[in-house]
């Protein structure tokens, strides 16, 4: 806007109006800058999430593999003091 019509808007609406209007459009662009910002939020958060999940499933199907190997032991070590015994 030239400098002209901004005085003449100030000049036939008055002073508190253009001041009210020059409000009003500050909060509208703050409103969508706002909004543009909390879509970034709400994807990096879906990708944080996402990556939590991947995480957790890994971490789950490992400690099934170290049940897996924790029992195998237990039962050769059973198996071992089973025979222990009947070499005494």
């Not at 910002?37 to 593999?65: A, G, H, P, Q």
């Not at 170290?66 to 029992?71: C, D, E, G, T, V």
């Amino acid at each position: 806007m030239e400098y002209e019509v901004i005085v003449g808007l100030v000049e036939s609406l008055g002073v508190p109006v253009f001041v009210a209007g020059a409000c009003m459009w500050y909060i509208y662009k703050k409103d969508l800058m706002h909004a543009t910002e909390i879509d970034s939020w709400r994807n990096k958060d879906d990708t944080s999430d996402e990556r939590l999940v991947s995480v957790i499933t890994l971490t789950n199907s490992r400690n099934e593999e170290f049940s897996l190997a924790l029992n195998d032991q237990t039962s050769a070590i059973k198996e071992l003091v089973a025979e222990m015994r009947r070499n005494k």
